[in-house]
């Protein structure tokens, strides 16, 4: 059976300093209770090493939220994701809107950094999801198959099962207009029906489907407990302890 998940994206907030500050909160708020389901935190590069590492006894895990898509060498700032599972870390986010937007990241750099991840033993936490533009159009499915199809459904049957799919319109992302949990459950089947005919039933049904995009205390319960939404990634509302917390027990 699939997990269920809540995973934290910080994005470029925090100071080491203010990270490890909230990291303590979040593992003391959650230590000793009886999780529903699994923790994760997506913190700066520069917080990997200490954030792991405070988290050594603690069931939280920690995840990258970028890896280069180069092995090693003269990549001036870059971060591989060898460098990323030295740290201790497990998963690695990668397909952000925000890289693909910003930073101009194809499906072809995409599926270079999911293969030097899954290279490493991290997870990625791979993120689709269409534009307002492309859901007002009708062109939702088409955008979201071709996001999979273009960078991780050339994996094999044993490294696509590492994959945790997130997905978060981009029309949702920081905007405060959260997806119904309708619209959620009926492109996380959508999804998964996509991921049943490549890989079938069992990948499929074992694959967790989060949903990202403007979720929050007040709107996580409703949108987990759609069949096909098997948790959250979360931005804005991770970067506070009691919410992130709340979000995490609406399970
Ligand atoms: P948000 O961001 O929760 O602030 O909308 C989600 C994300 O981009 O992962």
Redesign the pocket.
């Known amino acids: 059976m699939r997990k269920n998940i809540v995973a934290g994206?910080w994005?470029m907030n925090k100071t080491l300093t203010e990270g490890i500050a909230l990291t303590k909160e979040i593992a003391y708020a959650t230590s000793g209770k009886n999780l529903k389901c699994d923790v994760i935190i997506g913190v700066p590069f520069v917080h990997l090493a200490s954030v792991t590492e405070l988290l050594r006894e603690s069931s939280i895990k920690v995840s990258a939220q970028n890896c280069a898509d180069k092995v090693s060498g003269a990549y001036t700032g870059e971060v591989s994701a060898a460098m990323v599972a030295s740290t201790g870390a497990k998963y690695c986010?990668i397909g952000?809107?925000?890289r693909r937007t910003y930073y101009g990241e194809t499906y072809e750099i995409l599926k270079q950094k999911v293969a030097l991840a899954l290279e490493n033993n991290l997870k990625p936490i791979f993120?689709i999801g269409e534009t307002k533009e492309e859901r007002e159009a009708g062109n939702q499915n088409a955008i979201v198959k071709a996001q999979l199809e273009g960078s991780v459904f050339n994996l094999s049957p044993e490294e696509f099962k590492q994959l945790v799919i997130?997905y978060?319109p981009v029309w949702?992302?920081?905007?405060g207009l959260t997806a119904t949990s309708e619209q959620a459950q009926e492109m996380h089947s959508f999804i998964r029906s996509l991921i049943n005919e490549k890989y079938g039933d069992t990948i499929a049904n074992d694959t967790t489907i989060l949903y990202?995009?403007?979720?929050?205390s007040a709107n996580a319960k409703e949108l987990f407990s759609k069949p096909d939404v098997d948790g959250g990634?979360?931005?804005?509302?991770?970067l506070k302890a009691n919410d992130f917390v709340a979000i995490i027990e609406s399970f």
């Open positions: 994206n994005k986010i952000h809107s925000e993120c997130a978060e949702a992302i920081g905007t990202g995009g403007s979720c929050n990634l979360i931005g804005g509302a991770s």
